[in-house]
């Protein structure tokens, strides 16, 4: 019963450096999201996927890339690696995007990856 | 813009009873939710509310007045645990959450 898990937990990189977040479910969640958190502000969408092959963006896509070729991963991918990118990234997922009469649909989140880039 | 307002930071003491407020404004509305996150973790979820009123749920409930653009959260019986963020979020138009900044709550003894 794991959820979803995200790795690493911790990641330094130096700045233009690219690296990857891993997601993955095991719920077969169709929508799977990954949001950025920084002091001070709330969690802003980054890129977001409600099914397998299909991706889409966020609030705050620059400098992001994602796929989805199976229902259970979703990496996001830092291109070239800023300052401004340090934060703390949450994956999570759902059976649909939440809200709506039918249910809450409720996001699932991952344990969080903290990122500092210098 | 869309916005979800939240007190950013309240102290309450062990055993009372605490209210935290959320107004938003969003283009559409179709629910509001709200997480607690302890320091360091992720969050995690505590109720919905979709129709005007109050859900409650054990020592929690939240409110909802959509004509008002305002709910809030009701904590009952305060315990040290309980100190965490609170974060209100609303489902837009197209179903994508907007979340507000949360509201740290201090319990004390």
């Known amino acids: 019963n794991a959820g979803v898990t995200q790795t690493p937990k911790f990641q330094v990189l130096k700045t233009g450096q690219s690296m990857t977040l891993q997601c993955a479910q095991d719920?077969?969640?169709?929508?799977m999201s990954w949001y950025r958190q920084d002091p001070g502000m709330g969690l802003r969408l980054i890129h977001y996927s409600v099914g397998a092959g299909i991706t889409d963006q966020g609030e705050v896509p620059n400098g992001y890339n994602v796929s989805r070729s199976t229902t259970e991963d979703f990496p996001l991918r830092l291109l070239s690696a800023a300052p401004s990118q340090t934060s703390v990234y949450f994956c999570?997922?759902?059976?649909?995007?939440?809200?709506?009469?039918?249910?809450?649909?409720?996001?699932?989140f991952g344990a969080g990856s903290r990122l500092t880039v210098l | 813009g869309q916005n979800i307002d939240q007190p950013t930071e309240m102290t309450a003491t062990e055993g009372a009873i605490v209210q935290i407020n959320c107004t938003y404004q969003?283009?559409?509305?179709?629910?509001l939710f709200w997480y607690q996150q302890h320091a360091g973790e992720a969050p995690t979820f505590l109720s919905y509310?979709?129709l005007d009123g109050l859900e409650e749920k054990g020592r929690f409930s939240s409110f909802l007045s959509r004509s008002k653009g305002y709910s809030y959260l009701l904590l009952k019986e305060l315990q040290m645990k309980d100190s965490a963020s609170y974060l209100c979020a609303v489902s837009d138009s197209n179903y994508q959450l907007i979340w507000g900044a949360g509201t740290k709550l201090i319990i004390k003894p």
């Open positions: 509310n979709v």
């Open positions: 999570a997922s759902s059976t649909t995007p939440g809200g709506g009469l039918s249910g809450a649909n409720v996001l699932t």
């Open positions: 969003t283009s559409g509305f179709n629910g």
């Open positions: 719920m077969n969640h169709e929508y």
